[in-house]
């Protein structure tokens, strides 16, 4: 909100006249053009007072728009299609105009763009509920008309246009009053400038306002990635602006406008403009680079500092087979081909050509070797484009030949840390269902940005397959330290009976627990001490709990977890703990081992998913109890830490007291 | 080295005022600092943040302005609602900002009226707050105005047009204070929260010429509101109600990454607010408004290096000597006999005639101050009370006869022509004879009382002198600079003693040149001739002449007693300089005789009990 509003300047036409286009700044001269009775040209400067002196040209057609743009002169564009720079249209007012469009047909929005240097102008017209489109080159003269198809929904009436403009194409974006909204690519530079073309148009966000909104709807693009639009989501409920992402269809935000808007939208120097109530608001909206991690609120932290650090963000540009669905594909042939040629411009890089090559016919091993090849090369400027296309390449043809796996490739690309999941969720994906379990664990511990469903196909895996079938693999055992004979200096004491200040861990038990923990005390021994899963299991089930994660996202796929599983699962947790709390320090030996709290959140986890499927299992009895009084011991842990911090200011105030000699004191002081 | 008996004072229960403003002139590279009390202090930057003048107002505020012939009233601006409590001009004069409740008025100075009124949000987290202050103001050339309010807001408006263009929310409480560097590329704020923020003017992408106004650097270095903050070309400076001036440079700034580069914290004043009679073991405590006496106690008993001995006669407090009217004390003494007491105020000066009967004390005005000792800025009493020295504020040394009770004039030492600087440093020798006068920049005269004229003049140097005392039976006069360098000058022979000469060859250990508060007193030893006593507000050091001097490899400061070493390795690490950094912070140390030391000190933590309570923030999120 403008906290202080108000009109800087205002000036108004006589009685009767009625002004018929929106007043617009020459940015060139610092003056105002506004038109009035459709007709009447005005044009003042700030000076000015009364509009009825200042410089009037009376036209011999109706004006649409005016269109004026920073670092050229304004276009009068007029309602039967022909367009004029100001300056010339000035010389002689009373020139003729053209008529450009055919009759009935109502021009309904336009917007004017500089592309190289050149304006560009587009407008769209409807006729009969069909729409064109006009693009004027305006250094050129060249006029292209197109014809606009909606497609299935034929019946839709396009209630708001925005256009974004690159370098070859202009996107139109419409919104529909089925509250989608579709996008339209139109070429700047026409193909053939006397074929009637036409044009389709594709869904890009799907019901973002609903289909029935009253005050009338808006949407503005704010960048390449970025489009705001003003109206109410549902039926019923109050008008908002929300600024969506389209690359990847997140709601990037919105804010509720209670007063009513009027459907009219404007963004200019990363500020929003928009009616609310009776006011202007304004809105500073900056687009930040639009990455899929951001979109989803989910960045990768907590590296660990000795591992190599991963790009967190993905090279938008290179090109992708399983690129995002609704990309469009003639732009991303475009792009593939572009880099195509810009590879072969390199005369002294064959290698990536040649291994893309070989990828599609040789065999495994041949593949192997040239890939070797290219890696022991210096990393090239391209290295991660050829890395993405290698993978996309091997990817494709493992899906098209059932038994070609280059299993010893795609681990060492992988190795490489380019790429992620995004680039290549097949690469999983094909994991998983070789059982590839080393694989797996590689791209575990590679990858940021894995989905929360695939982490927890990785779990199920780990956890169902078999003992013998995990010995023949080759899972990398850091993570993992040989628990069965370890012996430490900083093992702490085993403590069972002392009574610490008040509290015994052993004292509040529940009683009924008491007597089944009696019946098996060298099991509960037994269960403590020696590891539940073998080694190379361990080791799987630690780069899980590496994984970066979502709560949300992960606890409904968690449920699916089969409750033998979730049991062993838990049995390995909580072994985990209690090898951290033998520890002073809290944590496990070895070099990249899962921490505490990593190890209690999922304890916490796969109680919250499985709770009523644990708690009806027998076996699973023993270890609910445990998990009971580990929870209970440690709230006691932190009420005794409480009560220790109390002691301990305590005696720092009393130890300030006899620091503080009073006021006056005579001491011996000997200097030396 | 010597063991002695210290009594530690630490009922001096001074306070020193809160910092309500400060100005830094970029010419002359100082800055001034006004604080509630009304005192105005003078710090030269340029001399190791040295406090060079003491102001000492009556408390009201005084505007002057300063024209060639004369001061005008030229025009009455469109009267405002509200009191007015900031102003910016816009720097080519044609506009002033003016900062009140609820609003921020921009006027036209050739017309004279209101061309603009912007409405500040009352709002603060959510929450109408009742009233809206703008403390502060800053108008750019460009024409944006900042301001900051009492809502936690910074928020910059286009004058031109009266608009807001952007707003920062920085605190819960007040922002009080704004200074805009000379560039226009970074300004610091102060709130009430003690922090200081740093926003600068930054491109928006690297290589743009497009720039934002960006807040880059928290810091926090005070406990309570900052209420004035100056920003010169290298540092940020705030002060407020913790009374501590903070000036923290700014690293990107600096050129060379010194001991310059480091943050500074001035707590005390760089001058002594306490004398000391040492036959009688009394102590005279300077306040703003009122003298203190007290008389040490004593003990009977010893001790080994650390004891603190059972006192058999506490600290008694003599004499409570409040002054009439509103203004501060500038300066006050007693003599060494304890028998006299003298101060000054801005526009009067006082003489008391002390009488001692058992423990009765009694005190009697010595009337009819001539005019001419009107307000002084050092007085100094010689050793054997007879002479009374004066430096008054006009540059005249005035020397007065004192018998009984009684006094007379004898001379006055006029200012060198030409220069109109007082002297605010005296220092006498111990037979009487030799007078020591010091102002800021002018050097060390030295005058011949006997005499009665000028006998020479230490050669100029280009720091400040902090301290200087005479040396009893040689009269070397050691001279304490703001760059701690001391300097030894023999009075009679006229030049530098071969012990300073040795000093300045070698230098002194970088350690020695690092400290940053300045030495405030020099004494001596009555029995030790090579020795020099001196402190500053962190340590005290006796300087051993006969010893080597350290270079900067051999340890400085060693708290530690040597244990069983060999002879050998205690020769050849023993150095000249001695110092002891129990007691701090330090406002004064003097030798009382042989065996006894006499210590003031002032914990901050008193300092802190005493000051109102900060904001509360919360702790742990709770």
């Given at each position: 909100?403008v906290?202080?509003q108000?009109?800087?300047?205002s000036?108004s036409?006589?009685?009767?006249?009625i002004?018929?286009?929106?007043?617009?700044?020459?940015?060139?001269t610092?003056e105002y053009?506004v038109?009035?009775?459709?007709?009447?040209?005005?044009?003042?400067n700030?000076e000015?007072?009364?509009l009825?002196?200042v410089?009037?040209?009376?036209l011999?057609?109706?004006?649409?728009?005016i269109?004026?743009?920073?670092?050229t002169e304004?276009?009068v564009l007029?309602k039967?299609?022909?367009?004029?720079?100001?300056?010339?249209l000035?010389a002689?007012?009373?020139?003729?105009?053209?008529?450009v469009?055919?009759?009935?047909?109502?021009?309904k929005?336009?917007?004017?763009?500089?592309?190289f240097?050149?304006p560009?102008?587009?407008?769209?017209?409807?006729?009969?509920?069909?729409?064109?489109?006009?693009?004027?080159?305006?250094?050129?003269?060249?006029?292209?008309?197109y014809?606009?198809?909606?497609?299935?929904d034929?019946?839709?009436?396009?209630?708001?246009?925005?256009?974004?403009v690159?370098?070859?194409f202009i996107?139109?974006?419409?919104?529909?009053?089925d509250g989608?909204?579709?996008?339209?690519?139109?070429?700047i530079?026409?193909t053939d400038?006397?074929k009637?073309?036409?044009?389709?148009?594709s869904?890009?966000?799907?019901?973002?306002v609903s289909?029935?909104?009253?005050?009338?709807?808006?949407?503005?693009a704010?960048?390449?990635?970025?489009?705001?639009?003003?109206g109410s989501?549902q039926a019923?409920?109050?008008?908002?602006?929300?600024?969506?992402?389209?690359?990847?269809?997140?709601?990037q935000t919105?804010?509720e406008?209670?007063?009513?808007?009027?459907?009219?939208?404007?963004?200019?120097g990363?500020?929003l403009f928009?009616l609310?109530?009776?006011?202007l608001?304004?809105?500073?909206?900056?687009?930040?680079?639009s990455s899929l991690?951001g979109?989803?609120?989910?960045?990768?932290?907590?590296?660990?500092?000795?591992?190599?650090?991963?790009?967190?963000?993905?090279?938008?540009e290179?090109?992708?087979?399983?690129g995002?669905?609704?990309?469009n594909?003639?732009?991303?042939?475009?792009?593939l081909?572009?880099?195509?040629?810009?590879?072969?411009?390199?005369?002294?890089v064959?290698p990536s050509?040649q291994?893309?090559?070989?990828?599609?016919e040789d065999?495994?091993?041949h593949?192997?070797?040239?890939?070797?090849?290219?890696?022991?090369?210096k990393?090239?400027?391209?290295?991660?484009t050829v890395?993405?296309?290698?993978?996309?390449?091997?990817?494709?043809?493992?899906?098209a030949?059932?038994?070609?796996?280059?299993?010893?490739?795609l681990?060492?690309l992988i190795?490489t840390?380019?790429?992620?999941?995004?680039?290549?969720p097949d690469?999983m994906?094909?994991?998983?269902?070789?059982?590839?379990?080393?694989?797996?664990?590689l791209?575990?511990?590679q990858?940021p940005d894995?989905?929360?469903?695939?982490?927890?196909?990785?779990?199920?895996?780990?956890?169902?397959i078999?003992?013998d079938?995990?010995q023949?693999?080759?899972?990398?055992m850091e993570?993992?330290?040989?628990?069965?004979?370890?012996v430490?200096d900083?093992k702490?004491?085993?403590q069972?009976?002392?009574l610490?200040?008040g509290?015994s861990?052993e004292e509040?038990?529940?009683s009924n627990c008491?007597?089944?923990?009696?019946?098996?005390?060298?099991?509960?021994?037994?269960?403590?001490?020696?590891?539940?899963v073998?080694?190379?299991r361990?080791?799987?089930?630690?780069a899980?709990?590496h994984s970066?994660?979502?709560?949300?996202f992960?606890?409904?796929?968690l449920?699916?977890?089969p409750?033998q599983?979730?049991?062993?699962?838990?049995?390995?947790l909580?072994?985990l703990?209690l090898k951290c709390?033998?520890n002073?320090?809290m944590?496990l030996?070895g070099?990249?081992?899962p921490?505490l709290?990593?190890?209690?959140d999922?304890?916490c986890?796969l109680?919250?998913?499985?709770f009523?499927?644990?708690v009806?299992?027998p076996e699973?009895?023993?270890?609910?109890?445990?998990?009971?009084?580990?929870?209970?011991?440690?709230?006691s842990?932190?009420?005794e830490?409480n009560?220790?911090?109390?002691?301990?200011?305590?005696l720092?105030?009393?130890?300030?007291e006899?620091?503080?000699?009073g006021?006056?004191s005579?001491?011996v002081l000997e200097l030396f | 080295?010597?063991?002695f008996k210290?009594?530690?004072?630490r009922?001096?229960?001074?306070?020193?005022s809160?910092?309500r403003?400060?100005a830094y002139?970029n010419?002359?590279?100082?800055?001034a600092v006004?604080?509630?009390?009304g005192?105005v202090?003078v710090?030269n930057?340029?001399?190791n943040?040295?406090q060079e003048?003491?102001?000492?107002?009556d408390?009201?505020?005084k505007?002057?302005?300063?024209?060639p012939?004369k001061i005008q009233?030229e025009r009455?601006?469109?009267r405002q609602?509200?009191r007015?409590?900031s102003?910016?001009?816009?720097?080519s004069?044609?506009?002033v900002?003016a900062g009140s409740?609820?609003y921020?008025?921009?006027?036209d100075v050739k017309?004279?009226?209101?061309?603009?009124?912007m409405?500040?949000?009352?709002?603060?987290?959510?929450?109408s707050?009742?009233?809206?202050?703008?403390?502060g103001?800053?108008?750019?050339s460009?024409?944006?105005?900042?301001?900051?309010?009492?809502a936690?807001?910074v928020?910059?408006?286009?004058?031109?047009t009266?608009t807001?263009?952007?707003?920062?929310l920085?605190?819960?409480?007040d922002?009080?204070?704004?200074a805009?560097?000379?560039?226009?590329d970074?300004?610091?704020?102060?709130t009430?929260?003690g922090t200081?923020f740093?926003?600068?003017l930054v491109?928006?992408?690297?290589n743009s010429?497009?720039?934002?106004?960006v807040?880059?650097?928290?810091f926090?270095h005070?406990?309570h509101?900052v209420r004035?903050?100056?920003?010169?070309p290298t540092?940020l400076i705030?002060?407020?109600?913790?009374?501590?001036l903070?000036i923290r440079?700014?690293m990107?700034?600096?050129e060379?990454?010194n001991?310059?580069?480091?943050?500074r914290k001035?707590?005390f004043?760089h001058?002594?607010?306490?004398?000391?009679s040492?036959?009688r073991?009394?102590?005279l405590?300077q306040?703003?408004?009122h003298?203190?006496?007290?008389r040490?106690?004593s003990t009977?008993?010893?001790g080994?290096?650390g004891?603190t001995l059972?006192l058999?006669?506490n600290a008694?407090?003599?004499?409570?000597?409040?002054t009439?009217?509103?203004?501060?004390?500038?300066c006050?003494?007693?003599?060494?006999?304890?028998?006299w007491?003298?101060?000054?105020?801005?526009?009067?000066f006082?003489l008391?005639?002390?009488?001692?009967?058992h423990?009765?004390i009694?005190?009697?005005?010595?009337?009819?101050m001539?005019?001419?000792l009107?307000c002084?800025?050092?007085?100094?009493?010689?050793?054997?009370?007879?002479?009374?020295?004066?430096?008054?504020?006009q540059?005249?040394?005035?020397?007065?006869q004192l018998s009984?009770?009684?006094?007379?004039?004898?001379?006055a030492?006029?200012?060198?022509?030409g220069?109109?600087?007082?002297?605010?440093?005296?220092?006498?020798?111990?037979?009487?004879?030799w007078l020591?006068?010091?102002?800021?920049?002018?050097g060390?005269h030295?005058?011949?009382?006997?005499?009665?004229?000028?006998?020479?003049?230490?050669?100029a140097?280009?720091f400040?002198?902090?301290a200087?005392?005479i040396?009893?039976?040689t009269?070397n006069?050691v001279?304490?600079h703001s760059?701690?360098?001391?300097?030894?000058?023999?009075?009679?022979?006229k030049?530098y003693?071969?012990?300073?000469?040795?000093?300045?060859?070698?230098?002194?250990h970088h350690?020695?040149l690092?400290?940053?508060?300045p030495?405030?007193?020099?004494s001596?030893?009555?029995?030790r001739?090579?020795h020099?006593?001196?402190?500053?507000?962190?340590?005290f050091?006796?300087?051993?002449?006969?010893l080597?001097?350290?270079?900067?490899?051999t340890?400085?400061?060693n708290?530690?007693?040597p244990?069983?070493?060999?002879d050998?390795v205690?020769?050849?690490?023993?150095?000249?300089?001695?110092?002891?950094?129990?007691?701090?912070?330090?406002?004064?140390m003097?030798?009382?005789?042989e065996r006894?030391?006499?210590?003031?000190?002032r914990?901050?933590?008193?300092?802190i009990?005493?000051l109102?309570?900060?904001?509360?923030k919360?702790?742990?999120?709770?």
């Amino acid at each position: 909100m403008v906290s202080d509003q108000k009109p800087l300047g205002s000036w108004s036409v006589k009685q009767g006249q009625i002004i018929t286009c929106p007043a617009v700044c020459n940015f060139q001269t610092r003056e105002y053009i506004v038109v009035h009775d459709n007709k009447v040209l005005r044009i003042w400067n700030n000076e000015d007072v009364n509009l009825d002196k200042v410089f009037k040209a009376t036209l011999s057609a109706e004006v649409y728009r005016i269109l004026s743009v920073q670092g050229t002169e304004p276009l009068v564009l007029f309602k039967e299609g022909a367009v004029r720079g100001l300056e010339a249209l000035l010389a002689d007012p009373q020139q003729k105009i053209e008529t450009v469009i055919s009759d009935e047909e109502v021009i309904k929005w336009t917007k004017f763009f500089i592309v190289f240097r050149h304006p560009v102008l587009i407008f769209i017209t409807e006729k009969h509920g069909n729409y064109f489109a006009y693009v004027q080159m305006f250094n050129s003269r060249i006029l292209t008309k197109y014809t606009l198809l909606l497609g299935q929904d034929e019946n839709s009436v396009i209630e708001s246009f925005t256009a974004s403009v690159d370098r070859k194409f202009i996107s139109l974006m419409s919104l529909s009053s089925d509250g989608c909204i579709y996008e339209t690519l139109i070429p700047i530079r026409p193909t053939d400038p006397e074929k009637n073309q036409t044009l389709v148009r594709s869904l890009l966000l799907k019901a973002v306002v609903s289909g029935n909104t009253r005050n009338g709807v808006a949407l503005t693009a704010l960048d390449q990635d970025h489009i705001a639009v003003l109206g109410s989501p549902q039926a019923a409920s109050k008008e908002c602006l929300s600024v969506w992402n389209i690359k990847f269809q997140t709601l990037q935000t919105s804010k509720e406008l209670p007063q009513g808007t009027s459907g009219q939208l404007w963004y200019y120097g990363e500020n929003l403009f928009m009616l609310h109530g009776k006011s202007l608001t304004v809105i500073p909206y900056k687009c930040e680079v639009s990455s899929l991690a951001g979109a989803l609120g989910k960045l990768k932290h907590g590296q660990d500092p000795g591992t190599h650090v991963m790009p967190r963000f993905v090279n938008w540009e290179t090109p992708q087979g399983c690129g995002l669905g609704f990309q469009n594909s003639e732009q991303s042939r475009r792009i593939l081909r572009r880099r195509k040629i810009e590879v072969s411009l390199q005369p002294e890089v064959p290698p990536s050509k040649q291994l893309l090559s070989t990828i599609m016919e040789d065999s495994e091993k041949h593949i192997e070797v040239e890939v070797r090849k290219f890696l022991a090369l210096k990393q090239t400027p391209d290295f991660h484009t050829v890395i993405g296309d290698t993978v996309t390449g091997l990817l494709e043809r493992c899906k098209a030949e059932p038994s070609f796996y280059p299993r010893n490739c795609l681990m060492q690309l992988i190795q490489t840390h380019v790429l992620s999941y995004s680039l290549c969720p097949d690469l999983m994906e094909i994991a998983l269902i070789k059982k590839d379990v080393q694989l797996l664990q590689l791209c575990l511990q590679q990858f940021p940005d894995i989905p929360e469903s695939v982490t927890c196909a990785c779990l199920k895996i780990f956890l169902s397959i078999g003992d013998d079938s995990l010995q023949e693999t080759d899972v990398s055992m850091e993570s993992v330290f040989d628990y069965s004979n370890s012996v430490h200096d900083e093992k702490m004491e085993e403590q069972t009976e002392i009574l610490q200040n008040g509290f015994s861990p052993e004292e509040d038990k529940c009683s009924n627990c008491d007597q089944e923990l009696n019946k098996k005390p060298q099991d509960e021994t037994k269960e403590s001490t020696s590891c539940p899963v073998v080694p190379k299991r361990a080791a799987l089930l630690n780069a899980i709990l590496h994984s970066a994660y979502s709560e949300t996202f992960l606890l409904p796929h968690l449920k699916d977890i089969p409750a033998q599983h979730i049991t062993l699962f838990l049995k390995y947790l909580y072994f985990l703990y209690l090898k951290c709390s033998e520890n002073a320090t809290m944590t496990l030996p070895g070099i990249h081992p899962p921490t505490l709290n990593q190890i209690m959140d999922w304890i916490c986890l796969l109680l919250d998913a499985n709770f009523t499927v644990v708690v009806m299992m027998p076996e699973a009895k023993r270890l609910l109890i445990n998990l009971y009084k580990l929870v209970k011991s440690q709230i006691s842990v932190y009420s005794e830490l409480n009560k220790i911090e109390v002691s301990f200011r305590e005696l720092q105030k009393l130890n300030q007291e006899k620091n503080n000699r009073g006021l006056y004191s005579i001491e011996v002081l000997e200097l030396f | 080295m010597g063991e002695f008996k210290v009594h530690r004072v630490r009922f001096f229960n001074y306070v020193p005022s809160g910092i309500r403003c400060v100005a830094y002139n970029n010419q002359s590279n100082r800055l001034a600092v006004s604080r509630t009390d009304g005192t105005v202090e003078v710090y030269n930057l340029s001399a190791n943040y040295f406090q060079e003048k003491v102001g000492c107002e009556d408390g009201s505020v005084k505007l002057f302005q300063i024209t060639p012939d004369k001061i005008q009233f030229e025009r009455n601006f469109d009267r405002q609602k509200s009191r007015i409590l900031s102003l910016s001009w816009h720097p080519s004069g044609t506009h002033v900002a003016a900062g009140s409740i609820d609003y921020i008025s921009v006027f036209d100075v050739k017309s004279g009226s209101a061309i603009h009124k912007m409405i500040v949000d009352r709002q603060h987290m959510g929450v109408s707050k009742r009233k809206c202050i703008v403390w502060g103001v800053a108008f750019l050339s460009d024409g944006t105005v900042i301001s900051v309010d009492s809502a936690g807001k910074v928020q910059f408006w286009d004058s031109a047009t009266g608009t807001l263009v952007k707003s920062h929310l920085i605190a819960n409480a007040d922002v009080q204070s704004i200074a805009v560097a000379e560039q226009e590329d970074s300004f610091v704020v102060g709130t009430a929260e003690g922090t200081v923020f740093h926003f600068q003017l930054v491109p928006v992408t690297s290589n743009s010429s497009e720039k934002q106004w960006v807040r880059t650097k928290p810091f926090q270095h005070h406990t309570h509101d900052v209420r004035t903050v100056a920003h010169s070309p290298t540092a940020l400076i705030s002060g407020g109600t913790d009374t501590h001036l903070v000036i923290r440079p700014l690293m990107e700034k600096v050129e060379v990454k010194n001991y310059d580069a480091a943050l500074r914290k001035i707590t005390f004043p760089h001058r002594r607010l306490i004398s000391c009679s040492k036959k009688r073991q009394l102590l005279l405590f300077q306040f703003a408004h009122h003298l203190e006496l007290w008389r040490l106690g004593s003990t009977v008993a010893t001790g080994k290096n650390g004891d603190t001995l059972p006192l058999s006669k506490n600290a008694d407090h003599l004499l409570h000597l409040k002054t009439k009217g509103p203004e501060n004390i500038i300066c006050s003494c007693i003599s060494l006999c304890g028998s006299w007491i003298a101060y000054s105020t801005v526009s009067r000066f006082f003489l008391y005639r002390l009488n001692y009967e058992h423990d009765n004390i009694s005190l009697k005005r010595v009337s009819k101050m001539p005019p001419f000792l009107r307000c002084a800025l050092q007085i100094l009493f010689s050793e054997d009370s007879t002479k009374l020295f004066v430096a008054s504020n006009q540059g005249a040394l005035h020397i007065v006869q004192l018998s009984g009770g009684s006094f007379k004039h004898l001379h006055a030492f006029q200012p060198q022509s030409g220069t109109v600087e007082a002297m605010c440093l005296l220092a006498v020798s111990s037979d009487g004879n030799w007078l020591a006068a010091s102002g800021t920049s002018a050097g060390v005269h030295v005058y011949n009382v006997k005499q009665l004229k000028l006998h020479c003049t230490v050669p100029a140097y280009n720091f400040p002198v902090t301290a200087m005392a005479i040396a009893p039976n040689t009269n070397n006069l050691v001279i304490a600079h703001s760059d701690q360098q001391v300097f030894e000058y023999s009075i009679p022979d006229k030049q530098y003693t071969d012990w300073s000469r040795t000093v300045q060859k070698q230098g002194f250990h970088h350690l020695w040149l690092q400290r940053d508060t300045p030495i405030t007193h020099i004494s001596f030893h009555p029995k030790r001739p090579m020795h020099i006593l001196l402190h500053d507000a962190y340590m005290f050091c006796i300087i051993d002449k006969s010893l080597p001097l350290p270079n900067d490899k051999t340890l400085l400061y060693n708290p530690f007693p040597p244990t069983n070493e060999s002879d050998v390795v205690r020769r050849r690490t023993a150095h000249a300089f001695k110092i002891s950094k129990i007691y701090k912070p330090l406002l004064f140390m003097d030798l009382l005789d042989e065996r006894t030391l006499v210590a003031v000190e002032r914990p901050l933590d008193d300092i802190i009990a005493q000051l109102p309570p900060p904001i509360k923030k919360k702790k742990f999120g709770t």
